[in-house]
């Protein structure tokens, strides 16, 4: 592909870029934000083979009591959950109001959902949590591949931050996502949107 110069040869002239180098953009597919009485959010069908990556995004999210992990599960075409999830994080936290923090690393695998943290979530709703997913290949069949990045304002005092990784270990093709958690316990309060990301 040739290199089209612009006439004045400064980058400052340039307004747009040629048709043919592609920019990306992110398209919305649905969103969900709290409904009273719910203990999950399902993003039903949101997988499709029309993109190969999405970008999932659940903010101002605090629950109704403490004492609860969140999770997030996949389902396939029969909306039943696809198992056997490994996942690995980086762990970093800080008491709230104090400076004494620490890093570690959890684990997980086999698990018919990602279980992001061991540490549960907390009530105070002007301190929420926030969960941001790039989910790689989900419909197509293949090992799908989840970034994770999840800010924890937990019921221990703490505030932790993980960045991780879960993979498939099957090639089972993903139609919805689900986010919950492992107590039954209702949010309060909750944010949530996922986009396709277009090349």
Request: hydrophobic share 35%.
């Amino acid at each position: 592909m040739a290199i089209i110069k612009p006439n004045n040869n400064t980058l400052s002239a340039i307004t747009a870029l040629p048709a043919a180098i592609a920019t990306g953009s992110l398209v919305k597919i649905a969103e969900a934000d709290y409904s009273s009485g719910v203990s999950s959010v399902t993003m039903t069908d949101c997988f499709t083979s029309t993109y190969s990556v999405y970008k999932y995004y659940l903010y101002d999210l605090h629950m109704a009591s403490n004492n609860s992990e969140l999770r997030i599960y996949f389902k396939d075409s029969s909306a039943n959950n696809v198992g056997n999830f490994q996942y690995v994080a980086n762990e970093t936290y800080i008491t709230i109001d104090s400076s004494t923090s620490n890093h570690s690393h959890i684990k997980s695998s086999g698990n018919d959902f990602i279980r992001v943290s061991d540490n549960d979530l907390d009530s105070i709703s002007d301190q929420p949590s926030i969960l941001e997913l790039t989910i790689f290949q989900p419909y197509e069949s293949e090992h799908t591949t989840v970034d994770v990045r999840y800010h924890l304002r937990s019921d221990n005092n703490y505030l932790y931050n993980y960045i991780a990784t879960a993979t498939l270990r099957s090639t089972t093709s993903l139609r919805s996502l689900t986010i919950s958690n492992d107590s039954g316990i209702n949010f309060a309060g909750y944010k949530s949107v996922i986009y396709g990301v277009k090349k």
